[in-house]
């Protein structure tokens, strides 16, 4: 990692991962305490929870690095956007499709109640893995030889949630053709993107009933995706118009405050323990931001779709085609 890449991810990295670790550590006392007894209260305090930790990845995307999501949607889609439960259906375009994916949550005033899977490999990451693990979010193992029943779980989500779920929201999500795709490097570097996002609900009720139908259904959309994306790339935009998301300060206020509470906290540690009096002290210290620094590249890794199994699996799938 080259050193002036370091000296923006180490701050950002302390900020991440001290804010992280207390927001775990609250999340882990609400899961052994409050979770057996009620899990509607677990839910509605660690909403909030999750949101003070992942407003700091939203903050990055839109404050640090800039990256510009424009949102294509018809007005009955863009009023009920989080008014209602949806199930969310989306192709994958670029390493940080999820956090866009927050990105608009943040915006509908849904962040800490989305749920999403993630490979399994996900919930070991420190810090944003195990929000997600106390979210309750849902790990597979992202193997087409393991999963491969899984892979049908659209139609079982569809089964399951019909009677209580209003919607499906078939999201498209495309770089333009003149913008770099956003990554979690370049984000970290301050560098900006452009996503365009196309959002199309569907009524529940309107999907088949059968399970070999709402199979077809699924893939009719995705064959209709492609032909969507086609006619984007020829044309720089899609047919619906763009709908205002803005830049909500919240993230700002958010990372803000991390900022001066754990700054004070630094401060105050440091002066009680005198860590940087002696040599010991010093090569502790230097240990502890190597070890940040280390963590955030293994992040930055992972984020990589490139590097994931399931992309791996999917070309050697296409090349046996």
Not at 35 to 49: Q, T, V
């Amino acid at each position: 990692m080259a050193i002036p890449l370091v000296l923006v991810v180490l701050p950002l990295g302390l900020l991440f991962l001290l804010s992280g670790l207390i927001v775990n550590s609250v999340q882990a006392v609400l899961f052994v305490s409050i979770r057996p007894f009620s899990k509607s209260l677990y839910r509605r305090i660690n909403r909030f929870l999750a949101e003070l930790l992942w407003l700091q990845l939203i903050w990055i995307v839109d404050w640090w690095a800039g990256v510009k999501v424009q949102l294509h949607a018809d007005q009955e889609t863009y009023q009920l956007m989080g008014k209602e439960h949806a199930l969310v259906i989306s192709n994958h375009r670029s390493d940080i499709d999820w956090l866009i994916g927050w990105i608009l949550a943040q915006r509908s005033g849904c962040l800490g109640s989305t749920l999403a899977i993630m490979k399994k490999s996900s919930k070991f990451l420190p810090v944003i893995g195990w929000s997600m693990w106390f979210a309750e979010y849902l790990f597979l193992e992202r193997s087409w030889a393991k999963d491969e029943k899984t892979l049908k779980g659209f139609v079982s989500a569809v089964s399951i949630m019909r009677d209580f779920v209003p919607a499906i929201y078939d999201t498209t999500v495309i770089i333009p053709k003149d913008s770099s795709a956003p990554t979690m490097l370049r984000i970290l570097k301050g560098q900006s993107s452009v996503v365009h996002v196309r959002i199309k609900r569907h009524a529940m009720s309107d999907t088949p009933k059968s399970d070999e139908d709402v199979s077809k259904w699924c893939k009719d959309i995705f064959v209709a995706k492609d032909a969507l994306l086609d006619k984007h790339i020829a044309t720089g935009t899609f047919d619906e118009e763009i709908r205002p998301i803005g830049r909500p300060i919240k993230s700002l206020l958010v990372v803000l405050s991390w900022s001066c509470l754990l700054l004070y906290g630094a401060y105050r540690f440091l002066q009680w323990t005198q860590l940087l009096s002696s040599w010991k002290g010093v090569i502790l210290f230097v240990a502890g931001l190597a070890l940040v620094t280390g963590i955030m590249h293994v992040f930055i890794m992972f984020s990589q779709s490139e590097r994931s199994s399931s992309a791996r699996a999917a070309r050697n799938r296409v090349k046996k085609v």
